[in-house]
């Protein structure tokens, strides 16, 4: 789950992190409202959209840039006229765009350096750690390529926490001495208190900005959040912006479905992320293109299935389908079930290569084959692979 940046503001001033004053608004006269009640002379506007590359993104409307400053509060007002209700495109959008709905007015800081600060899970030793580096407001995976001498990292014990020496260490190695290094210190130890206690993934602060009048503020983050976490974070969950997310993603989450749009055609449905990705790879072997990667897990339902096949024709670009299903705790025959319902619900029209395996996959069968749907039986994946792909490029 993604949240926006004034969101990230939000939770910055909930647990004590330095950063800029500003509020969101909705509209020009709420922005120009905003404006107004902000004691800095010179102002800062930014689009709200779940995407990177906004300073140097174009609106379809050919206004550029999604992040402008300006200097008085009617300024502010006329900047999100041009921006509110248009379509910005930028490197992460692709050519669709995203509608923004809403902007951040804050106070303009003058920067004197920028620096990168992160807290995140490492992987390969279940721990957070911490990633701090001089080189801040640039892509930090070429710094880490180019320069990764850097890069500092340090693991955090998580019984014990981010402790007092460390954030000296972090800051020090930052350059920042003095005032700035107590300023460091707790802006780090509050981001790693955000971190754990908001079941964090992930907290990207980049920049994080030393002003000119010596003041050190975290200037723009992302936030990434651990779903299996977040029913104990209703504050968290009530930020979700759905309205900035693959529609058909947002209709899988209502059904527990694990579903993740693509570029292809062939559409999947697998249960288990393992097997997901390996059917994915096989019809990309066979020569065709997924559509998406859709995960049922390993104890879905009769409905669930049926709102899997729901989901997947309503993207026109679906050609065919594949699904592919290992039983074991599954029931092969409750899936057979929800193939049939669902192809007779929407009256399925398109190729369907269905491959079952497992667990009372006789009786599952058994089922597909007295339903009287037209669809292909395959006895192992690649033999799914290679029917879906030829009865797409038939129809093609």
């Known amino acids: 789950m993604n949240i926006h940046e004034f969101q990230a503001r939000e939770l910055f001033a909930e647990f004590g992190v330095a950063t800029q004053p500003g509020k969101v608004a909705y509209t020009p006269e709420e922005a120009e409202s905003v404006a107004l009640g902000l004691s800095a002379g010179k102002l800062v506007i930014k689009a709200q959209i779940h995407a990177g590359g906004r300073g140097k993104g174009t609106f379809k409307s050919g206004f550029k840039g999604g992040v402008h400053l300006c200097n008085t509060p009617s300024e502010a007002k006329d900047l999100a006229f041009k921006m509110l209700g248009q379509i910005l495109v930028t490197h992460q959008t692709g050519p669709e765009g995203k509608e923004v709905g809403k902007i951040f007015v804050g106070e303009a800081v003058d920067i004197a350096r920028e620096l990168y600060f992160a807290i995140l ?230 190729p369907l290569v269905v491959r079952l395996e497992g667990n009372n996959v006789e009786a599952g069968k058994r089922t597909l084959a007295e339903s009287g749907l037209k669809l292909e039986g395959a006895e192992n994946i690649l033999d799914a692979a290679r029917r879906i792909v030829a009865a797409v490029n038939v129809n093609a």
């Open 121 to 350: 899970i490492d992987r390969a030793t279940s721990v957070p750690v911490v990633i701090a580096s001089t080189q801040g407001g640039v892509d930090i995976e070429t710094v880490a390529e180019k320069s990764p001498e850097k890069i500092l990292r340090i693991p955090v014990n998580p019984f014990l926490g981010l402790q007092p020496y460390q954030t000296r260490v972090i800051a020090s190695s930052l350059g920042l001495t003095g005032p700035l290094m107590n300023q460091a210190s707790s802006l780090f130890s509050n981001l790693y208190r955000l971190f754990i206690g908001r079941d964090c993934s992930m907290v990207e602060v980049n920049p994080l900005v030393v002003t000119t009048d010596g003041r050190l503020l975290a200037l723009d983050a992302k936030f990434n959040f651990d779903d299996n976490a977040l029913y104990r974070q209703p504050s968290i969950v009530a930020m979700r912006d759905v309205t900035e997310e693959d529609q058909r993603e947002v209709e899988a989450s209502k059904y527990g479905l694990n579903y993740i749009g693509l570029e292809g055609n062939i559409a999947c449905l697998v249960n288990g992320a393992g097997l997901a990705m390996a059917t994915m790879d096989i019809i990309q072997h066979a020569g065709g293109s997924p559509a998406n990667f859709l995960d049922v897990g390993g104890g879905a339902t009769r409905e669930q299935v049926a709102s899997a096949f729901r989901i997947i024709l309503a993207d026109k670009s679906v050609k065919g389908i594949l699904v592919n299903i290992f039983g074991g705790i599954m029931d092969c025959d409750v899936i057979a079930h929800g193939i049939v319902e669902a192809a007779k619900e929407t009256g399925l029209s398109i």
